[in-house]
């Protein structure tokens, strides 16, 4: 039985030893509240927003079903707290809605969380919090984007933002991923090609009324936003391109096993115990070059989980993660940073890799919560601060990829975007 425990200031001198940014996080805005996938404190971690039934699988869920939302998340701080949430109607391209929220929220505004349990035989205490949506306060209304607010006091200074989306099964889609058609991308990119049935569903003018976005791995970040169908046929609309519909095809995500901190297991080299754990990682080479290879992946996602426990949600620790990428010079024009799920594909100070010239290598450390993690290196230019994984990770066709499809409408006159269909390709074998 594990008896020590290390509080969050212990962590806190820690962290601050290893990098100087440890505390509110670098995604604030002035403390104002932006409608992306965002975590504003660094003592909030391991944000999950999850369908009940799938524990890798996407925020999305239907409308008047009995789909539920798991959500969870961490606090370092390990006290019991009184958080509360709301849930904000967006348009398709994220911004709120007219709506008003009565008009699209059944129940309460807002509410506050009522489910935490505090850690149990872990270094690091925390408390974890979790709560479902919908639930017995609040119901939604409307299919649409929404954004929950997790907060303590003022929404406007939240603690963690989520996006997910409701939707309503009314169209019917199909299409397929396949190798990019046009000759120059043949070897690095997928091509999504799909339709829409319409069916009795009235929509006078696809053109303007109906807006369409596809995701890949249900990353927001390089989503592909309101293509137009290339022609109609009574009720079916095609939208087979040859480039608007494209995505860079990545790799295999990378990825290391955490589930036990007493043994090695995949991609750790070693593990030490001093005030808490330290894992470092196999080295991760450079692929930029490589041919593609498979690896049975999870597409950047991550599960929660700890070796023999019955509840990984309170009884998983807390570890320093050493990433380690052996590179004879340094990258320049930017950083490199390990994104994943975990992050929101998004690049923070607190994941940033800092070259070492002595080893001839990038080095990160990242405190993360035991269970199964996927993950590349993304690198962020300094002029445009767009980032991608062209430089270690590389591009290849071959790459399975999962693809989400949302449907959205607004008729003439209507104040808000309704998600009147979806559809899924998952970790699709392109051909």
Same mark, same amino acid.
């Given at each position: ?140 209304? &409307? ?6 607010? =997790? ?35 043949? =070897?690095? $990119? ?44 009574? *009720? ?8 608007? *519909? ?12 955490? &589930? ?21 990682? =196999? ?27 019955? *509840? ?40 940033? =890799? ?14 993360? &919560? ?12 300094? &002029? ?20 989400? +499809? +949302? ?16 559809? $899924? ?7």
């Amino acid at each position: 039985m594990i008896s020590k425990h290390i509080n969050f200031f212990s962590v806190l001198l820690l962290t601050l030893f290893f990098s100087p940014t440890f505390g509110q996080t670098d995604f604030v805005e002035e403390g104002r509240l932006v409608y992306k996938d965002r975590i504003y404190n660094d003592f909030i971690r391991t944000v999950t927003v999850r369908p009940v039934s799938d524990p890798l699988g996407m925020p999305i869920i239907k409308l008047g079903s009995m789909d539920r939302l798991i959500v969870g998340f961490d606090d370092l701080t390990a006290d019991a707290r009184t958080y509360n949430y709301k849930v904000i109607h967006c348009s398709a391209d994220w911004q709120p809605s007219d709506l008003m929220p009565q008009e699209y929220i059944g129940g309460y505004f807002e509410y506050f969380t009522q489910d935490f349990e505090y850690s149990v035989n872990t270094y690091v205490a925390y408390t974890h919090y979790g709560f479902s949506l919908p639930n017995e306060n609040i119901s939604f209304l &409307k299919s649409g984007n929404y954004l929950l607010v =997790m907060y303590e006091d003022d929404p406007e200074k939240p603690l963690f933002t989520r996006r997910f989306v409701v939707y309503e099964d009314i169209v019917t889609s199909g299409g397929e991923v396949k190798r990019a058609t046009s000759v120059d991308r043949m =070897m690095t $990119h997928q091509e999504v090609d799909f339709f829409i049935n319409t069916g009795g569903y009235n929509i006078p003018n696809p053109f303007t009324d109906l807006k369409v976005t596809l995701l890949q791995n249900f990353r927001w970040d390089n989503a592909i936003y309101d293509l137009k169908p290339r022609f109609l046929n009574g *009720n079916f609309l095609d939208y087979n391109y040859d480039l608007e *519909n494209n995505f860079l095809g990545g790799s295999e995500y990378r990825f290391f096993d955490l &589930k036990s901190l007493q043994q090695l297991t995949s991609e750790v080299q070693q593990t030490v115990l001093t005030d808490l754990y330290t894992v470092t990682l =196999m080295p991760d080479r450079p692929r930029s070059i490589e041919n593609y290879s498979y690896t049975d992946d999870i597409n950047g996602q991550f599960v929660v989980r700890r070796l023999g426990s019955d *509840n990984s949600l309170a009884e998983a620790d807390y570890a320093y993660v050493d990433y380690f990428v052996p590179m004879d010079i340094p990258l320049t024009g930017g950083n490199l940073y390990v994104v994943g799920l975990f992050n929101f594909w998004e690049p923070t100070k607190e994941h940033q =890799m800092k070259y070492n010239y002595e080893m001839k290598a990038y080095q990160g450390r990242v405190l993360i &919560k035991q269970g199964y993690y996927d993950y590349m290196y993304g690198f962020q230019r300094n &002029k445009t601060q767009e980032y991608s994984v062209e430089e270690v990770e590389g591009h290849h066709w071959e790459t399975r990829n999962d693809y989400t +499809l +949302l449907i959205y409408n607004r008729d003439l006159g209507a104040r808000y975007d309704r998600v009147i269909g979806m559809n $899924h390709w998952v970790n699709s074998e392109v051909r």
